[in-house]
């Protein structure tokens, strides 16, 4: 059995009880998770052991990619959809289907719509050292740089700035799950695009809500229009454009709606220096940079962190622009 399989077939059968309908589910691994059958209507199934907003822009690419590969019908199968996840993807009209037997399907003459089934408490799946604070430093500059794969564990370990049993303990987990491949000769990354997705929820879980460190609006109204020419002042530390103005930077295919600052200086100078004061609903906001950052005048945080911040804002236009940054900056994941 795949992972992400073995739990599609409660989900069928829970189906099944629910609606009294003749439901036959065949699980593979080719080009899609299984397939099911609904009563003569056949559904190509991709599976997610959990959805919510932070990893819903990986479904929609997947889709994307399903859509290619066959002519039948998407129903997604989770163990637990998030409540809003699952009323946009009902606006959306995109099929769903949880372990409990909440769903959405809609196909020809079949309209199935049930709500109110109790999805029992889910699994943690991020809770190994590989996806907590520590392993989530160390996995950012695997994906970043394929080569910090092949640096020691002490050189690995002063540059995601960690213990050397930390980077012991995760690089064990990941060989375990099956994300690292030792050889005599070098380690690999393999099942990449799953390793960057447990990274992205485990960053928006985990991490980044350490990294906030004040939420702020610009004084002069002007400077969300004028944002390009507002000078992220590095003499004392480092700062950088983040998320949204990372994006439309790096991309040229995105107006900022909201702003992201790393730095490595306190918010009281952050506003200071280019006009900012606190405010809980403000449109910008000053987090903390985690990772070695060289002062090469660059303006934007690393290409994966843009993804990961576009991709846990759970926006479709965000979503759309961290596809090109994938595709065009992140080669090495794919």
Known sequence: MYPNNDYIY???????????????????????????????????VEAKNELRKENKGFLYARLDELKAKTKRPTLIIAKYITSDVAFELRENGINYLDIA?????????????????????????????????????????????PANLQLSY?????????????????????????????????????????????WVVAYQDVLRPRLVKKQMRF????????????????????????????AALLTNQLVPEKFSIYTTESWQNMGQDIGLVPDPNGKVEILQIFWKQSSDNKQTTPPLLIYADLIGSGFSRNIETAQIILENELQHIR
């Open 10 to 44: 409660d989900a069928s059968v829970a189906l099944e009880q629910l609606t009294g309908l003749n439901i036959n589910m065949e699980s593979r691994r080719n080009e899609y998770d299984g397939i099911i059958d609904i009563n003569g209507h056949v559904f190509t």
């Open 101 to 145: 037997g909440n769903c959405f399907i809609k196909y020809e003459e079949l309209l199935l719509h049930i709500v109110g089934q109790k999805v029992h408490k889910k699994e943690k799946t991020n809770q190994t050292k590989a996806f907590q604070e520590a392993g989530i430093k160390i996995i950012f500059n695997l994906l970043s740089n």
């Open 154 to 198: 002490r050189e690995l370990a002063e540059l995601a700035d960690v213990s050397i049993g930390s980077v012991s303990n995760v690089m064990t987990e990941l060989e375990e799950q099956n994300f690292i491949l030792k050889t005599k000769l070098k380690r690999v990354l393999k099942n990449k695009s799953a390793l960057l997705e447990r």
């Open 219 to 246: 004084i002069k109204p002007d400077a969300v229009q004028n944002w390009k020419n507002l000078y992220l002042d590095n003499k004392e530390g480092i700062t950088l454009w983040g998320a949204e103005p990372a």
